[in-house]
């Protein structure tokens, strides 16, 4: 099998942290090349990374590629040991999917905007900062999210966390993990896991390469290339 995945999609991150933790040697690891073109969106349609290749059949989106492996390899186990605990590190799984990467995805745009939209910004960061607060009722205090051992929390959670402290503050809002002690004492110890901070080392290389495109006027060019290229293939269809 073979996961598309790109160093700095959170989503990708998180199925890789389980892959990692699950210590599957089997799944090859790829940037789509077509990532990002309309060819990308007639193969998958969603077009968006993660998709799991699997001798070609392709299955995307973290959380169902995540269950998928949990069936197909069962051990070691990221779920719980009963089904109340499988649903509650299932419940903090989609806190950092649902209510922290998604809303720190969409923003991420204005991290790199020349001009910001503030109502944006006010929107999205707010639920970041809300449920930031949510997660600090949720989160084990033993540094891991669930359990005491790496589950599909710590796997959706590292890299939510890893965008609200890198990117949020670019958009001028403050990183609110200091302020909500339990889930700042969750990211200091969860950093220590080899898995979590394998994960982590490819999240910051990705933004560093991004920061270089960036800075260079590279990915405002491949943005611009991107969009028109989509638009004229939307308009052919
Ligand atoms: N719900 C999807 C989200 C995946 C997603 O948004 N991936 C981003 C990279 S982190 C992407 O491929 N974006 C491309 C685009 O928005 O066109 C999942 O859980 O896999």
Redesign the pocket.
């Known amino acids: 099998m073979k996961l598309y995945s790109?160093d700095?999609?959170?989503?990708?991150?998180?199925?890789r942290m389980q892959i990692y933790a699950k210590g599957i040697s089997d799944i090859t690891l790829e940037r789509p090349a077509t990532?990002?073109t309309p060819k990308f969106?007639e193969q998958f349609p969603?077009?968006?990374?993660?998709?799991l290749d699997i001798d070609g059949d392709m299955m995307?989106?973290?959380?169902?590629?995540a269950e998928y492996l949990e069936e197909i390899y069962p051990t070691p186990s990221m779920l719980g040991a009963t089904p109340r605990e499988t649903a509650h590190i299932r419940t903090v799984a989609r806190v950092g999917?649902i209510y922290i990467?998604?809303n720190m995805?969409m923003l991420s745009g204005q991290a790199r905007a020349k001009t910001r939209n503030e109502g944006v910004v006010e929107l999205l960061a707010g639920q970041v900062v809300r449920n930031i607060k949510a997660l600090d009722k949720m989160i084990g205090e033993d540094g891991f999210a669930c359990c005491g051992r790496v589950t599909m929390a710590d796997c959706a959670l590292v890299p939510g966390l890893f965008m609200v402290e890198n990117v949020l503050p670019n958009t001028g809002v403050e990183n609110p993990i200091p302020k909500s002690a339990k889930v700042a004492a969750y990211w200091a110890a969860i950093q220590q896991n080899e898995h979590a901070a394998k994960t982590l080392a490819e999240l910051h290389r990705g933004l560093e390469e991004r920061r270089e495109l960036i800075r260079s006027g590279a990915f405002e060019k491949m943005m611009t290339a991107m969009v028109a290229a989509q638009a004229k293939a939307d308009a052919e269809a």
């Open positions: 790109g700095l999609s959170p989503y990708s991150a998180r199925v990532f990002g969106r969603i077009g968006r990374i993660p998709v995307p989106e973290s959380e169902v590629i999917d990467m998604n995805f």
